[in-house]
Structures are given as C-alpha cells and as structure tokens.
C-alpha cells in the first residue's frame, strides 16, 4: 500500500496512473466485500462529488454511500486522492469524440486559411474544435468540481490523456507550425477552462439560493444599481448587457462564448496564414517566414 506520506517526497510522480500495482478488484478474500470494484467505488465517488463538491467528500461519507465499512474502500485505493483522480479521468470520459462526419458545416471564414481538412482527417478543423471547446465546457458545467481537481493532479489517465491526443490533432490539422501549437492548444483550453468554471460556479450558487439563473441576475444588477457609488458602473454594464441582447442569462452567455470561440478561431486562422503555405502530406515544402525546418521538425505530439 502505498502512503500519502510516502508521496510527499516524490510530487511529481504522485499520481494513481503511476503506481507499479496489479489492478484490485474482485471476489471476497480476505475480508474483501465481494458486492464492490474499483468502478462501481468510482462512479459512487462521482455522484458524492456532484451532490457536496471536494469540500463534502470523504472516504466515510463514500462509505456509507455504498453502505460498506471505510476500510472496505481501502482494498481498491490506497489514499482518498487516488480516488479523486480516478473520479476526475472518469468525467473525462464523458467527453465522447466528435462524429465529424455528419452534420459538419463549414464556417464562412473556412478558406481563409488553406483546406479545412488538408490531413483528410474527416471534418474541417473549425468545427471539430468547437464541437471538443463546447464538449469541455459542458463538462466543466456539469461537474464544478472538475475545475480545482484538474488543476490538482497530472491528469494522466485513459479518459484525460484521449481527450488531450484529440485536441492536440486538430491543432496540427490547422496547419500551424510545431512550435506555435501548444499555444493554440493552451490558448483554447484555458479559455474554456475559465469560461466553464465561472458558469459552473454561477449555476451552482443560483441552485443554492433557490433561485434561477434570471432571477438570481437581476437581483444582483437592481442591488448594483440601488447602490449610489456603483451608479457609473451600472451605466455602463447595462449598455453593454443591451448592445449584447438576450433575453435570457444563458442566451447572454452563449453569446459570449461563440463570439469568444470565434475570435480564437480566427486568430489560429491569421497565425496560419502568417506562416507561410504548409508543406504538402509531409514533403518537405517551403518554410514560412520565421519558420526553421531543423529546429521544428516533422510533426509531432503536441
């Protein structure tokens, strides 16, 4: 068994995907409660997680979901934060590839910079993106806990690690060159990170309150606007809020967030452009301005 304590020496290898153990599961040998697995304690784990957020969980409180001992827990982890990060690689997984063969619709702005699809990947680039961008926002949305474990952990389980593969493959489809792609990559998905947070956060604090979203908006712009030294701002936010329009909270938000997506888009488009034509399947081509082919390389992960 491997404890916490051991852990603490060693950070960057904390993580339950990096432990050199035989997978528990199984039987009743030993005292081992033949009625769980490692799935089931993580699924338990998850709707315990979705009901109290971190704060509220706990290996007791898991317990008594499953109606087992603590200690029964504890054949199928070795610490609570194993756990968290088996819940976290879990939700990942909820994050279903994109079928970009039906339905894909080409943006507008798709030619702007060169073949949409130059890899023959299947869909053009835009649309996938925005299709994994609107997927994790969902998630983050649907999980708030997410958010403070993503950043807690090496996510480097099956789910994590497939969603991350996928999003590094439509960068390269873009055709920007190697180097700029972490940035596109770190661009996108903290954008929707923070974007997906702030929303998550927001719906689960109206849902605390007893209140909708609506309700919960304009009770706060009429206690901003009742307040004499917030008069200025409130001018101008309810200018902006008008020239937004919707008449809902979420029709604002979606506003934001397409607009904001759009804007990401068209700036991988303008990056590309600046880089010059893209080599044809791997030949060798002509380098863009600033573009060094011995010290970029050949594609590869991002």
């Known amino acids: 068994m491997v404890r916490a304590a051991d852990r603490a020496g060693r950070p960057a290898r904390s993580s339950v995907w990096l432990e050199d153990r035989a997978p528990r599961g199984g039987g009743a040998r030993g005292g081992r409660p033949s009625s769980l697995d490692r799935d089931r304690i993580t699924g338990a784990a998850v709707r315990l997680l979705d009901a109290e957020g971190p704060a509220g969980f706990s290996m007791r409180r898991l317990a008594a979901e499953l109606n087992v001992t603590a200690m029964s827990v504890y054949w199928y982890v070795d610490t609570k934060d194993d756990l968290l990060e088996l819940a976290l690689d879990a939700v990942y997984g909820e994050l279903e590839p994109p079928d970009a063969g039906e339905g ?27 299709a994994l961008a609107a997927g994790y926002r969902a998630l ?16 480097i389980g099956p789910h994590s690690m497939a969603f991350s593969q996928r999003v590094q493959q439509v960068v390269r489809d873009t055709g920007l060159p190697l180097r700029d792609q972490t940035g596109a990559i770190a661009a996108v998905l903290q954008f929707v990170y923070g974007f997906g947070t702030i929303e998550g956060h927001f719906v689960q604090r109206c849902a605390s309150a007893g209140t909708t979203q609506d309700e919960y908006f304009h009770q706060a712009m009429t206690a901003l606007a009742d307040q004499p030294r917030f008069a200025e701002d ?30 990401l888009v068209a700036g991988v488009e303008t990056m590309v452009a600046r880089s010059g034509p893209r080599p044809a399947h791997g030949g060798p081509g002509r380098a863009g301005p600033g573009r060094d082919p011995g010290r970029d390389g050949p594609a590869a992960e991002g």
């Open 104 to 130: 894909s619709v080409r943006h507008p702005v798709g030619d702007a910079a060169g073949d949409g699809d130059p890899d023959g990947d299947g869909g053009d680039w835009r649309d996938r993106l925005r």
């Open 140 to 155: 983050l949305v649907r999980h708030p806990w997410v958010s403070p474990l993503a950043g807690t952990f090496l996510n």
């Open 234 to 263: 409130h001018g101008s936010v309810a200018d902006l809020m008008k020239a937004r329009g919707g008449d809902t909270v979420e029709e604002m938000r979606e506003r934001d967030f397409t607009f904001a997506l759009e804007l």
